[in-house]
């Protein structure tokens, strides 16, 4: 046949387009619990890390067992509704009205007693950034953080998920003297604030700062009620 | 070429090493230079990356060396990048099922493998007019230069910029000035120009090294 004709070509094109997408699609139906085994981990992972306990992946699903003795979804009034705690995606809850938002809440339970786990999500300079906050049963002081990110700028944005800068906010306060929820201030060397509300900002990486301000602050009001509802 | 050509003839074996030295993708060829720049802030994605784009050169070759008497020559570019395409894929899903925090760090620049100059130039240049067995060793010939430069400059660039080496602590806790010390990471480093200046530097040694390669 005729290499270079019309017809060669089309079928040629086809077979081979038919062919590669078989491949493909086996390829990923084969290996997709394997990838969502090592997502779910990774979450397991960051949820313990929220409350300084560090795992490998091998133990993470053992040491997450054990730890985390609860897990429900609260609504933004504070009330407990149905739902698996674990599964929620909170980019889409995002998109959702305040009011029919499902957010998930983590018991953890510590040598230093139980801890509440909030995740959160939000919009650092180039992509989004999530995390896990911690905070101690008087639902104000908090116990630890995690923090990551999508590609935030290595070296500057970046470094919100290294330990130096998440130990920071272990034993800093998200109320006020009148009870009004000021959550963390991200702050420059410039800008005064609060002491027990104020951990450094990341020099050069200030649209970084500001967003993970932003997302504490948006996340831990809407579970506002529910920490009420739990301090009361 | 004769069928009774032995495996590892000197002839196939200069597919084998010249892309080291003489004809490097990277520091001769100045192809590849993007994934250079992005993944060798450290070590250990620096080397995932090489072994991934090794694997695709190889493979690709292989399998455009065995098509290349019917593929229509009005599409055959399309049909590189097709196959180039789908094994890149298949690299990433492996990498998500089998070494998660690698393929993390990775991100996109598995992805990108695909626009790896490397590999589009060696099918055109060498897997289409070759047999499968001197195109799958000149894929891994090519993919060792390339690795090669990736490695060395992931070495320098993690351990002046991070004081590690593979995620291992070289350079002291206490000699840092925030513990006290007098030392204080690159932090230059770890962003991508710093990359460029130390494949330059590269080049520039073994140009003045190579006397093949210096120019009149």
Redesign the interface.
Known sequence: MD??SNN??FI??SV??IL?AA??SI??IA?KP??NK??E??KKQNILASVNIETT?KEAEQVYAEKVVNSYVVNSEGEVVEGDAFSIDLKVQKAKPLEQRLLPVFECQTESGLKYIFPLRGVGLWGPIWGFIALNEDMNTIFGTNFDH??ET??LGAEISTPAFEEQFTGKSIFDASGKLVSVIVAKSSESAPEEHKVDAISGGTITSKGLEQMLLEDLTSYQKFITRKKS | MSEKEALFSKKNLKLLTDPLNDSNPITVQVLGICSALAVTAQLKPAVVMAISVTAVVAFANVIISLLRNTIPNRIRIIVQLVVIAALVILVDQVLKAYVYDVSKQLSVFVGLIITNCILMGRLEAFALGNKPWQSFLDGIGNGAGYAAILIIVGFFRELFGSGSIWGYRIVPESWYIANGGFYENNGMMILPPMALIVVGVIIWVQRSRNRKLIEN
Request: hydrophobic share 50%; glycine share 8%; proline share 4%.
């Open positions: 290499r270079n060669y070509t040629y094109a081979m387009v590669v491949i493909l390829a990923a290996l394997m990838q090592n997502t981990i990774e992946a999508q590609g290595p070296g």
